[in-house]
């Protein structure tokens, strides 16, 4: 399963492609290893969002539900996430990254703490 993961690196974010394994379990489905996690947050943007350059508050997996988010790192790389993306935000320290809505439209996500 792909994730794109957000980090720091010389205290600017940085994208890498990443890829969850999972197993072949049989007719019940393919799973990953089990992920501890500390909460969910629901979230929802309004259609004007817009959030300058911010760290990741914590470490987090970020799915959008409905909605499409523009990631920009402070290198200048843009990614937009649309619904079923899913974004491991790691850049806790540094610049951070900005956020904003795509074509007007808000937003649902579930914020997957784990730290």
Partial sequence: MKVTRIYT????SHFEDTEVPLGNLGS????????????????????????DFHPAPRR????????????ET???EKRVLGPGSILLA???TGRGHI????????RQCLFITLD
């Fill in 9 to 12: 690196q010389d205290d600017e």
């Fill in 28 to 51: 019940g489905g393919r799973f990953s290893e089990p992920v501890t996690t500390k909460s969910v947050i629901f979230r929802e943007t309004d259609s004007d969002y817009n959030l």
């Fill in 60 to 71: 987090q997996y970020v799915i959008n539900l409905t909605g499409s988010v523009e990631i």
């Fill in 74 to 76: 402070g290198l200048g």
């Fill in 90 to 92: 790691e850049d806790t």
């Fill in 99 to 106: 956020s904003r809505a795509i074509d007007g439209e808000a």
